[in-house]
């Protein structure tokens, strides 16, 4: 879809909101910083492309060490491979007949993976595989204490990469043992604590599929919150951070190990939203609601009035009180909850620079996950 908001070239001020745009040179600062981080650690870095959904942002990512994309939905990995990504890893679960034989498609143009936790979903798709003539790699998931998906560890991991070993088609390669509630624990050392208990689960299943001799080429995991733990944990083999291209408020109140905000990462994305009507001394009205920013990980924060709050004003405005300062026609910037599902409500990702539109990027792979 072409944007309607915001013309290549054009000053910061006139893009139409609410409009969600990326600081170029924080988002750039944020792509070296990762791999950095990881310097002389073993491990391979998958990022999640579930927190921007955009091709362009992917192969900026690939340009700077990352082996693939991770994708949680099949809208999402289709818009990368149609891109021209060749390495994506499905870290979720796929059913049904019409999605994997799409999913397989995908198999023709990149190496696809997808993580399984039911033998009779494998069997479909290695049917379908076969019938297509590709190739498919695949892990087990295996349920680390997000309670969500994935086969118990241990046993019931090995006995499932046993029955994946035979099936025509596709390829076992190791498991996928992602916490997700983990990433934001607020505490450095409470996160340190829970990505050990996971690390001791991931373990446990090493341990029977080495019993059944069972091989185990990849073990992946990890997020924003907490990929260097898993990375220097000696048995994940590589990382699945997302969100730090962007970064959240959400993020934002997590601490580092000096017990001070984390600051490894800088916020990189913003909705504009402009100033539609103000209460003197007592609230402003954003042109900001429910369409344009997320709330489920809590309200945004305005980056440049962190004195003033804001308050859910229903679909299509947000309400700040104080007023402060703000007149109408001004245009503030959020600090998204959550970046996911913020990113998510828009076609586009405008990136500025010096408070000029540099790039208009499609957000090809949004939607709710069709």
């Known amino acids: 879809m072409t944007s309607y908001s915001a013309q290549v070239g054009c000053h910061i001020g006139t893009i139409l909101t609410p409009a969600l745009v990326v600081d170029l040179q924080n988002l750039e600062y944020n792509l070296k910083k990762l791999p950095e981080s990881l310097k002389g650690i073993p491990v391979n870095i998958r990022p999640h492309a579930k927190a921007h959904k955009c091709p362009s942002l992917a192969h900026l990512q690939i340009q700077h060490g990352s082996v693939g994309m991770c994708c949680q939905k099949l809208c999402e990995a289709e818009s990368m491979v149609n891109s021209g990504v060749k390495d994506i890893l499905l870290s979720n679960e796929i059913v049904g ?36 003539n590709v190739e498919l790699d695949v892990l087990v998931e295996v349920d680390v204490g997000q309670e969500r998906c994935g086969v118990a560890p241990g046993e019931p ?26 990433q934001h624990v607020r505490k450095y050392s409470d996160r340190k604590d829970a990505v050990d208990k996971v690390v001791e689960k991931v373990k446990v299943t090493l341990e029977a599929l080495h ?80 369409k344009a920013v997320s709330l489920d990980s809590g309200v945004p924060v305005l980056a440049d009035h962190t004195d003033l709050i804001f308050h859910n004003g229903g679909d299509e405005h947000g ?43 499609p957000i090809s792979g949004r939607g709710p996950g069709v």
């Open 211 to 290: 019993k059944h001799d069972l091989p185990c080429e990849i073990v992946t995991g990890g997020g924003t919150g907490t990929y260097m733990f898993e990375a220097t944990s000696g048995v994940y083999t590589e990382v699945q951070p997302g969100s730090y291209v962007f970064m959240d408020a959400d993020y934002g109140r997590n601490f580092d190990q000096k017990d001070a905000y984390i600051s490894e990462f800088r916020q990189s994305l913003y909705v504009l939203s402009t100033v539609v009507s103000v209460t003197p001394g007592k609230r402003a009205v954003l042109d900001a609601g429910l």
């Open 97 to 132: 007949q019409s999605k994997l034989t799409r999913l397989a498609i995908l198999a023709r143009n990149a190496n696809v993976t997808i993580c399984i936790d039911n033998i009779d979903v494998a069997r479909q798709l290695s049917d379908i595989a076969k019938n297509l």
């Open 157 to 182: 991991a090995a006995e499932l990469a046993q029955q994946l070993i035979g099936l025509p088609n596709l390829h076992y390669k190791g498991i996928q043992a992602y916490q997700g509630w983990n």
């Open 319 to 361: 309400i700040v009180t104080p007023a402060g300062n703000l007149k109408v026609g001004d245009i503030v910037r959020l600090i998204p909850g959550h970046c996911d599902p913020t990113v998510n409500m828009y076609d586009n990702l405008i990136g500025v620079r010096n408070e000029t539109v540099e790039c208009v990027w």
